[in-house]
C-alpha cells in the first residue's frame, strides 16, 4: 500500500531524487561508467548545474509542463536525467499517478508520451499540482548546490 502523502516527507524525497541526478550526470559518464578524473567531473558538474538552474527558472516562472517541456527540447542528454527523475518523484508523492513506462519497464522519456501524463495526470488537480511544483523545485534546488559541490 502506497503512503500518502502525509506521511511522506517531502525533503527526503526531494533530496534522494536530487542525489541520484548529480550522480547520474555528475559520477557516471553517459554510458554509465564511473568518472575517475576530477577534471571530467567538474565540467560534466558545470553542465548540470546549467541544466538545473535553467530547468529551476522555468518551473517557478511558468510550471510544472513548461519545465518538462523546456528540459526535453533544449537540455538533450541532461534534460532526459532530470526528467527521468523528475517523473520517479511524482510516482512516489503517492497520488496514484504512476510514471510513463516502456515496453521493458523503463521511464518513457518520449516527448510525446511524458507531455500526454503530465497534461492528464499531473495538471487535473491544482492542490496536487502546486504541492508536485514546489517538491520538483525542492529538488532542482538540491540537485544545484549538489553540482557546485562538485565545482569547487
Not at 72 to 99: C, S, T
Amino acid at each position: 500500500m502506497k503512503n500518502s502523502v502525509a506521511q511522506l516527507n517531502l525533503d527526503r524525497l526531494a533530496a534522494e531524487h536530487a542525489q541520484n541526478i548529480i550522480c547520474r550526470l555528475v559520477m557516471e559518464d553517459k554510458d554509465g561508467k564511473k568518472r575517475e578524473d576530477n577534471e571530467e567531473k567538474k565540467k560534466a558538474a558545470s553542465s548540470a548545474d546549467n541544466t538545473v538552474t535553467k530547468a529551476l527558472g522555468v518551473l517557478q516562472e511558468n510550471g510544472v509542463y513548461a519545465c518538462f517541456l523546456y528540459l526535453m527540447a533544449k537540455e538533450k542528454e541532461n534534460g532526459e536525467v532530470v526528467v527521468e527523475e523528475m517523473l520517479k518523484l511524482l510516482d512516489r508523492l503517492g497520488f496514484g499517478w504512476g510514471k510513463p513506462t516502456d515496453e521493458h519497464g523503463n521511464v518513457d522519456t518520449n516527448t510525446d508520451v511524458v507531455l500526454k501524463h503530465i497534461t492528464e495526470k499531473v495538471t487535473v488537480r491544482l492542490d496536487r499540482l502546486l504541492l508536485a511544483k514546489e517538491t520538483l523545485a525542492q529538488m532542482l534546488i538540491y540537485a544545484r548546490y549538489g553540482a557546485k559541490a562538485f565545482r569547487r
